[in-house]
């Protein structure tokens, strides 16, 4: 292709963000011409619950990019305003929006996702946390033709990415935001060469990352030690791993599974000391590193048992 590609933009956390910067840091050099933004309607947020902009409609007023947030595309309106952009490709990362028939056709080259997953496995909202909740010891990103099923266009690239031990939910979804804009401008480089090959996905292969919710993070000390412990690291830092003791909560930002089997209850406090807070599982112990009391700031095991030492005396009891 001679001409650049004129792109409408869609996303609205710092995934997506980190996507856009690439894309418009490779610029014209590219032939890259993002037109317009889409991006969730501002919302209220923080203690004031003032209005607050997406990263991406910052990061697209900053460079004079037009910005448009409908709250869906269920206006006839909304549909026409971006079909007369005459776009070529429109590329969607984490934009929280389903998109219609209408829109998917609107361009030229119809549109293209970012998915923090290596498809068909783990379609769905939450692909970064499901993974490691579940053991994965690899993820990735691939890049997708979008149509109206749920994730579940054909694949036009991946870029794939190891799920360390010690990853949590931040640091994956950092690893994979950076990733997301290095194999979308190797999906572009594709696409203006004409070498992008598109894959079916194997429906069979699939698994559902449905959305967090806050209540999923209340542990339960029945489970084994690698699960709870796996939790802590999907959750921060959000919805953050959580446990009662007595009518208080106390949160959970750092944690490993230990081998030691006590006999006691799950959710007993078998052992305490600097190197961590030691918990009874199903299977296995539990050690705590990191924790927030109610209304303090997160802390490290000795300034925890400086200051809040009687919350989980030895023998203590936490909710299952």
Not at 13 to 37: C, K, N
Not at 85 to 91: F, P, W
Not at 235 to 255: E, K, S
């Amino acid at each position: 292709m001679s001409s650049a590609l004129r792109i409408i933009f869609a996303g609205t956390p710092d995934f997506a963000a980190s996507s856009l910067e690439a894309l418009l840091e490779a610029g014209s050099e590219h032939g890259y011409e993002v037109i317009a933004v889409y991006t969730q309607p501002d919302r209220p947020a923080g203690r004031g619950r003032k209005l607050q902009a997406s990263p991406v409609k910052n990061l697209a007023l900053a460079q004079n990019i037009p910005v448009y947030q409908p709250e869906n595309f269920s206006h006839p309106a909304d549909v026409e305003s971006l079909q007369k952009l005459d776009a070529d490709l429109m590329i969607v990362a984490a934009y929280g929006l389903l998109l219609p028939a209408a829109i998917l056709d609107a361009p030229r080259l119809g549109c293209m996702n970012i998915h923090a997953s290596l498809l068909p496995r783990w379609r769905g909202a939450a692909p970064i946390q499901r993974a490691i909740l579940a053991g994965d010891k690899e993820t990735g990103i691939t890049i997708m033709q979008m149509n109206e099923g749920l994730d579940t266009g054909d694949m036009l690239l991946k870029r794939r990415c190891p799920i360390e031990d010690n990853d949590t939910g931040g640091s994956l979804h950092d690893k994979l935001a950076e990733l997301g804009g290095q194999a979308l401008l190797a999906a572009l480089d594709k696409l203006q060469r004409g070498k992008l090959q598109p894959e079916p996905q194997d429906d069979s292969q699939s698994s559902y990352a449905r959305k967090l919710s806050k209540q999923e993070a209340l542990l339960d000390w029945r489970a084994d030690a690698p699960t709870l412990a796996r939790q802590v690291r999907a959750f921060n830092p959000w919805p953050v791993a959580q446990t009662r003791v007595g009518d208080q909560i106390l949160r959970i930002w750092a944690a490993q599974a230990r081998d030691e089997n006590s006999g006691t209850e799950p959710g007993t406090v078998v052992a305490s000391s600097k190197a961590g807070i030691d918990i009874a599982c199903g299977d296995g112990q539990l050690r705590l590193q990191q924790l927030q009391p109610a209304g303090k700031k997160a802390m490290d095991v000795p300034a925890f048992l400086n200051g809040y030492a009687e919350l989980l005396p030895v023998g203590a009891r936490l909710s299952t």
